[in-house]
């Protein structure tokens, strides 16, 4: 799957936010921030969504 050029940013950084807030839930233990850090997977995950490149058509 590709992605457009315009994305990579915002993808690199929902990606670089989800892995630092679930350290973070993980060295406190804290049920919030793994809800939390399920929050930011998903935003990840719409981000990445809106900014790929649909397949040519053959």
Excluded: K
């Excluded at 590709?2 to 839930?25: K, P």
């Amino acid at each position: 799957m590709t992605f457009a050029a315009e994305g990579h940013a915002l993808m690199l950084g929902s990606v670089v936010m989800t892995a630092a807030v679930f350290a973070v839930a993980l060295r406190r233990r804290s049920w919030p921030l793994w809800l939390a850090g399920l929050a930011c997977a998903v935003m990840a995950v719409v981000i990445a969504w809106r900014y790929r490149l649909p397949l040519p058509s053959a």
